[in-house]
């Protein structure tokens, strides 16, 4: 009976093995059907997109498209990931496919909205808005670009009404109340904005938007340390969302502080590793802080794993104007302008693009462009009048400036750029009657008493521009510049004592500000007392150590008393201080070479070029120690011809590359450089030397005595005299 029982319970047993077995088999073979990998792929697909790990999500969804091309749900999250990506145009392709095979998908709809709203097809935007709310009137993101395409085209008021009924419908909507506080704020009413976002935070604590918003608005009113407070409560509130640290990070960049934002920076790589805008961040910064290299390094990077990233391009775009290089730049940002056409910032750098070239016609055509689409783009508009003003119509630079103010009647920025084009015409009783409208216009901006009264200082009203930049100096007791001007007019009035009087008294209100320091000491050596100079210097020194311009100040000091070791000395320090500071290579490598340390000054030039290759006082200068001292006269060429890129009206460039040149036995390509060289630098003996030598090798021998006597009279020491005498022995003079 036992071995019966085992027996039945061992068939039992098979059975259950076979059939379990069976199961795990057509499970297999359910999962390698096409089906099965369907669900697998929108499985895992779906996970990557809801961790934001959008690359992986895309390639997921596009395995589907491969195996069912008419999947609309498949096209649908593939332009999903690829917006995330920042890939729009991808994004517009897959979501419109969708809507073709199901037009019943509300949030491809919504997605095609945000795409071309950001496009500025307004009216497109809108349309995509209503279809939604058509067939789910409740839809409170509907409810939310509907408000947004009103509030691009300035329809304020439909705009609240729409943002009104997402927060009726979604009393919790981070967009709406973000939404809300930019339409207020458009308005000019900042503390209802600053209350509305405070509100949207309450009601949406785990998102970033409110939070974000807050500290731009707090930004924009000068309130920084409010602003970094608020999202360093965010990201201690949120510390896995990657927008808090980009957003610190652009505060910090904003602020001139590249190795705070890029610390954020990478933290935010770190909480995003897939995402491109960390890294687009990076390469932004690096650009700005003329890491031209480093940020192309970067940039191709991205574009290896993302060729259409239009960010990338612009920022490509953005390294290769800063290189000079006007035909790499031009095609960037076309290939920015196609793929965002209503990007106004697009069609601002191809027109500045254009003008290195120099295009001017075309530049202004894209600067039209830009206004089109954002009419209250101050830096475009502004371009747009200085291009006119040399080209002989000031009138249409007028108009530019004052359809501005008209955008923009609450802006005090505004009117301060139409009185900075008055004064610069010296028309100034309009100057003075628009910089005081901006005082009307916002009472606390220091910089308005300021541009007032340096418009008074350039009528040669002094006596009206002294209270001015007083005004400035109350609103804003750390406002060096307006002191500045104070000082100036006492010393330009001999009055000495008052000038020092004013610097004291303003450094015991601010008694932190290294930059009120120097300006006591520069007044110091403006007068002479070279000692109480250094002793002012000094002190700011130990104010701020880190601020590299009073050992540029002091080494000037030096170097005037011809403390060359000193001045070498302080000049160093402030290298090492700040090692892309242009100017301090070029004082030092002037000193060695001077001093006769030819291959320190080289050094210190090549240096400079490493930090930026069209630096053209750099390049001028090893051009002329080749030239001089001997070298590749190739490099030198190189070099000269860089540098009159950079500098084509500078007759000191002129002379270098007519020199080399000359060396180079070019003596026809030298003579036209020469001359004009000469005819502008009449009194510096070195030109019109240089000018006589070119002539002798031309056969003029006439003009070859009459530029070297120039040369020899007035009685100066130069490089090369004992030649130009030599060489008019030789002509028989």
Same mark, same amino acid.
């Given at each position: 009976?036992?071995?019966?029982?085992?027996?039945?319970?061992?068939?039992?047993?098979?059975?259950?093995?076979?059939?379990?077995?069976?199961?795990?088999?057509?499970?297999?073979?359910?999962?390698?059907?096409?089906?099965?990998?369907?669900?697998?792929?929108?499985?895992?697909?779906?996970?990557?997109?809801?961790?934001?790990?959008?690359?992986?999500?895309?390639?997921?969804?596009?395995?589907?498209?491969?195996?069912?091309?008419? +999947?609309?749900?498949?096209?649908?999250?593939?332009?999903?990931?690829?917006?995330?990506?920042?890939?729009?145009?991808?994004?517009?392709?897959?979501?419109?496919? =969708?809507?073709?095979?199901?037009?019943?998908?509300?949030?491809?709809?919504?997605?095609?909205?945000?795409?071309?709203?950001?496009?500025?097809?307004?009216?497109?935007?809108?349309?995509? *808005?209503?279809?939604?709310?058509?067939?789910?009137? =409740?839809?409170?993101?509907?409810? &939310?670009?509907? $408000?947004?395409?009103?509030?691009?085209?300035?329809?304020?008021?439909?705009?609240?009404?729409?943002?009104?009924?997402? /927060?009726?419908?979604?009393?919790?909507?981070?967009?709406?109340?973000?939404?809300?506080?930019?339409?207020?704020?458009?308005?000019?009413?900042?503390?209802?904005?600053?209350?509305? /976002?405070?509100?949207?935070?309450?009601?949406? #604590?785990?998102?970033?938007?409110?939070?974000?918003?807050?500290?731009?608005?707090?930004?924009?009113?000068?309130?920084?340390?409010?602003?970094?407070? &608020?999202?360093?409560?965010?990201?201690?509130?949120?510390?896995?969302?990657?927008?808090?640290?980009?957003?610190?990070?652009?505060?910090?960049?904003?602020?001139?502080?590249?190795? @705070?934002?890029?610390?954020?920076?990478?933290?935010?790589?770190?909480?995003?590793?897939? +995402?491109?805008? #960390? =890294? /687009?961040?990076?390469?932004?910064?690096?650009?700005?802080?003329?890491?031209?290299?480093?940020?192309?390094?970067?940039?191709?990077?991205?574009? *290896?794993?993302?060729?259409?990233?239009?960010?990338?391009?612009?920022?490509?775009?953005?390294?290769?104007?800063?290189?000079?290089?006007?035909?790499?730049?031009? @095609?960037?940002?076309?290939?920015?302008?196609?793929?965002?056409?209503?990007?106004?910032?697009?069609?601002?750098?191809?027109?500045?693009?254009?003008?290195?070239?120099?295009?001017?016609? +075309?530049?202004?055509?894209?600067?039209?462009?830009?206004?089109?689409?954002?009419?209250?783009?101050?830096?475009?508009?502004?371009?747009?009048?200085?291009?006119?003003?040399?080209?002989?119509?000031?009138?249409?630079?007028?108009?530019?400036?004052?359809?501005?103010?008209?955008?923009?009647?609450?802006?005090?920025?505004?009117?301060?750029?139409?009185?900075?084009?008055?004064?610069?015409?010296?028309?100034?009783?309009?100057?003075?009657?628009?910089?005081?409208?901006?005082?009307?216009?916002?009472?606390?901006?220091?910089?308005?008493?300021?541009? /007032?009264?340096?418009?008074?200082?350039?009528?040669?009203?002094?006596?009206?521009?002294?209270?001015?930049?007083?005004?400035?100096?109350?609103?804003?007791?750390?406002? !060096?510049?307006?002191?500045?001007?104070?000082?100036?007019?006492?010393?330009?009035?001999?009055? &000495?004592?008052?000038?020092?009087?004013?610097?004291?008294?303003?450094?015991?209100? +601010?008694?932190?500000?290294?930059?009120?320091?120097?300006?006591?000491?520069?007044?110091?050596?403006?007068?002479?007392?070279?000692?109480?100079?250094?002793?002012?210097?000094?002190?700011?020194?130990?104010?701020?150590?880190?601020?590299?311009?009073?050992?540029?100040?002091?080494?000037?000091?030096?170097?005037?008393?011809?403390?060359?070791?000193?001045?070498?000395?302080?000049?160093?320090?402030?290298?090492?201080?700040?090692?892309?500071?242009?100017?301090?290579?070029?004082?030092?490598?002037?000193?060695?070479?001077?001093?006769?340390?030819?291959?320190?000054?080289?050094?210190?030039? @090549?240096?400079?070029?490493?930090?930026?290759?069209?630096?053209?006082?750099?390049?001028?200068?090893? $051009?002329?120690?080749?030239?001089?001292?001997?070298?590749?006269?190739?490099?030198?060429?190189?070099?000269?011809?860089?540098?009159?890129?950079?500098?084509?009206?500078?007759?000191? !460039?002129?002379?270098?590359?007519?020199?080399?040149?000359?060396?180079?036995?070019? &003596?026809?390509?030298?003579?036209?450089?020469?001359?004009? =060289?000469?005819?502008?630098?009449?009194?510096?003996?070195?030109?019109?030397?240089?000018?006589?030598?070119?002539?002798?090798?031309?056969?003029?021998?006439?003009?070859?005595?009459?530029?070297?006597?120039?040369?020899?009279?007035?009685?100066?020491?130069?490089?090369?005299?004992?030649?130009?005498?030599?060489?008019?022995?030789?002509?028989?003079?």
């Amino acid at each position: 009976m036992a071995s019966a029982r085992i027996s039945k319970r061992f068939t039992v047993g098979l059975v259950l093995l076979g059939a379990l077995t069976l199961i795990a088999v057509l499970g297999v073979m359910a999962l390698r059907s096409p089906q099965g990998r369907v669900l697998r792929y929108t499985r895992s697909g779906d996970g990557f997109l809801a961790a934001e790990r959008y690359g992986e999500a895309a390639l997921a969804f596009r395995n589907i498209l491969q195996i069912a091309p008419q +999947s609309a749900q498949a096209h649908y999250k593939l332009g999903v990931a690829y917006l995330r990506m920042g890939e729009p145009a991808l994004s517009y392709r897959e979501l419109t496919k =969708s809507l073709e095979l199901d037009g019943k998908i509300l949030d491809a709809h919504l997605k095609l909205g945000e795409i071309v709203l950001l496009a500025g097809q307004y009216s497109q935007a809108r349309d995509q *808005a209503k279809f939604v709310l058509g067939k789910d009137p =409740s839809n409170a993101d509907a409810h &939310v670009l509907l $408000a947004r395409s009103m509030a691009a085209t300035r329809d304020l008021d439909g705009a609240l009404r729409e943002v009104g009924a997402a /927060l009726r419908t979604a009393p919790n909507s981070a967009p709406a109340y973000t939404l809300l506080a930019g339409i207020q704020a458009a308005k000019g009413d900042a503390a209802l904005a600053e209350k509305t /976002l405070r509100q949207g935070i309450a009601a949406a #604590p785990a998102v970033p938007e409110p939070r974000i918003a807050l500290a731009n608005l707090l930004m924009r009113q000068g309130r920084r340390d409010a602003a970094e407070q &608020v999202l360093k409560e965010a990201a201690g509130a949120m510390p896995r969302r990657a927008e808090i640290p980009l957003a610190l990070g652009d505060l910090y960049a904003a602020e001139g502080k590249p190795v @705070e934002a890029l610390a954020q920076y990478r933290t935010a790589q770190g909480i995003t590793p897939r +995402s491109p805008v #960390p =890294s /687009l961040k990076v390469a932004d910064l690096l650009v700005a802080q003329g890491k031209l290299d480093d940020a192309r390094v970067v940039i191709e990077d991205i574009l *290896a794993k993302a060729p259409q990233d239009v960010t990338a391009h612009f920022i490509r775009g953005k390294v290769y104007l800063a290189k000079g290089d006007a035909k790499v730049a031009i @095609e960037e940002f076309q290939t920015v302008a196609r793929g965002r056409p209503g990007d106004a910032a697009a069609r601002y750098f191809l027109a500045r693009a254009y003008l290195v070239r120099p295009d001017i016609s +075309s530049a202004k055509e894209q600067l039209a462009e830009a206004l089109k689409l954002a009419p209250r783009f101050a830096e475009a508009r502004v371009a747009l009048a200085q291009l006119q003003v040399q080209s002989g119509d000031p009138k249409a630079a007028e108009r530019q400036l004052r359809t501005l103010v008209t955008l923009e009647p609450g802006s005090s920025g505004a009117y301060l750029l139409l009185g900075d084009f008055y004064a610069g015409q010296k028309a100034f009783p309009q100057a003075f009657d628009i910089y005081q409208r901006a005082i009307a216009v916002n009472p606390k901006d220091p910089t308005a008493h300021m541009h /007032l009264g340096l418009a008074y200082r350039a009528a040669g009203r002094v006596d009206n521009a002294l209270p001015e930049f007083e005004a400035a100096l109350t609103l804003s007791p750390d406002f !060096v510049d307006a002191l500045a001007q104070e000082i100036q007019i006492y010393l330009d009035k001999r009055d &000495v004592a008052a000038a020092i009087r004013r610097a004291e008294s303003q450094i015991e209100r +601010s008694p932190k500000n290294s930059r009120l320091q120097m300006l006591l000491g520069a007044t110091y050596a403006a007068v002479g007392q070279t000692a109480k100079a250094e002793e002012a210097y000094y002190h700011a020194i130990s104010t701020d150590p880190n601020d590299i311009l009073p050992y540029l100040r002091l080494g000037d000091l030096y170097a005037r008393e011809n403390a060359n070791e000193m001045a070498t000395r302080k000049y160093e320090e402030a290298l090492r201080l700040n090692p892309r500071y242009l100017p301090t290579y070029i004082v030092l490598g002037t000193i060695n070479d001077r001093q006769g340390n030819i291959t320190r000054a080289r050094e210190l030039y @090549e240096q400079a070029l490493k930090v930026n290759p069209n630096f053209a006082l750099a390049a001028n200068n090893l $051009a002329w120690s080749y030239a001089v001292h001997g070298g590749d006269l190739n490099r030198a060429l190189t070099l000269a011809q860089t540098a009159r890129k950079w500098m084509p009206n500078s007759a000191y !460039v002129a002379d270098t590359l007519g020199w080399v040149y000359y060396k180079k036995g070019l &003596v026809k390509q030298a003579l036209p450089l020469l001359e004009e =060289s000469a005819q502008v630098l009449t009194k510096a003996p070195i030109v019109h030397y240089h000018l006589g030598l070119a002539y002798y090798q031309s056969g003029n021998s006439e003009m070859a005595k009459r530029e070297l006597h120039t040369a020899l009279a007035p009685k100066q020491e130069f490089e090369g005299i004992d030649d130009a005498r030599r060489t008019l022995t030789r002509l028989g003079d």
